[in-house]
């Protein structure tokens, strides 16, 4: 089994996997931020044509992951769907199928703004939804990046990437932000964009590539 970094939030270690998703082992955990289920569809809803697959794409995704590790339990940290127009028929039907698959896994949504608008996933997905910050052990789950009193917050929302250069060349990555109190998953969904963001002082910065997560030096 391929090693990534981990990192310890107060107790919890946490390792950063190259699918753009954070593993807490001790628990059976997979952390997920940013999945925008039916954006594709919100798009084409809205006379945008883009390409269909996405949520298929996303799942099987979500499918490998909890085969390889052995994940018993899966936290959404918001934005599970997109917009109340991405409620397609043929993403709630491969949501349902995928829930069916998986029925033996505990579900969390830790609901974000794009939840509020789009509502909350249909009853049949037999998903626990709560609000931030959603506290477990010495972890706070968040959606929105922030800092919690007496816990270390694990956010998303921003969708982090990092700008790579060299020789007039460049390259845009997901990547993991770890502060000293806090740490920011890049969105997990395949049809999500990004914010560049850079490492302020007492900041790391581990970028997922296809098959790996490199530390940024410095």
């Known amino acids: 089994m391929m090693h990534y970094p981990s990192f310890d939030a107060d107790g919890a270690i946490l390792t950063m996997l190259p699918e753009r998703a954070l593993l807490w082992r001790e628990r059976g955990m997979l952390i997920l931020a940013d999945v925008h289920f039916g954006?594709?569809?919100?798009?084409?809803?809205?006379?945008?044509?883009?390409?269909?697959?996405?949520?298929?794409?996303?799942?099987e995704a979500i499918d490998a992951l909890v085969q390889q590790h052995a994940v018993r339990h899966i936290v959404f940290l918001g934005d599970f769907l997109h917009a109340r127009a991405g409620r397609a028929a043929g993403t709630l039907a491969a949501l349902a199928q995928w829930r069916g698959r998986n029925a033996g896994l505990t579900l969390t949504l830790v609901r974000g703004n794009h939840d509020h608008h789009?509502?909350?996933p249909p009853e049949a997905l037999g998903m626990e939804l709560v609000d931030e910050p959603w506290r477990v052990g010495p972890l706070a789950f968040c959606h929105h990046p922030?800092?919690?009193?007496?816990?270390?917050?694990?956010?998303?929302?921003?969708?982090?990437?990092?700008?790579?250069?060299?020789?007039?060349d460049s390259?845009?990555?997901?990547?993991?932000?770890?502060?000293?109190?806090?740490?920011?998953?890049?969105?997990?969904?395949?049809?999500?964009?990004g914010y560049r963001v850079d490492?302020?002082?007492?900041?790391?910065i581990y970028l997922a590539a296809e098959d790996c997560v490199l530390p940024l030096p410095g």
Not at 150 to 166: D, E, K, N, Q, T
């Open 39 to 59: 954006k594709a569809a919100a798009f084409r809803a809205g006379g945008i044509p883009v390409p269909h697959g996405t949520t298929r794409a996303n799942l």
């Open 118 to 120: 789009a509502g909350d």
């Open 146 to 168: 922030q800092t919690i009193d007496g816990a270390f917050a694990i956010v998303g929302h921003v969708h982090p990437v990092y700008r790579l250069s060299s020789a007039g």
């Open 171 to 193: 390259l845009r990555l997901p990547c993991f932000v770890v502060d000293e109190r806090w740490a920011m998953l890049p969105a997990f969904g395949a049809f999500t964009g």
């Open 199 to 204: 490492a302020l002082p007492g900041q790391r």
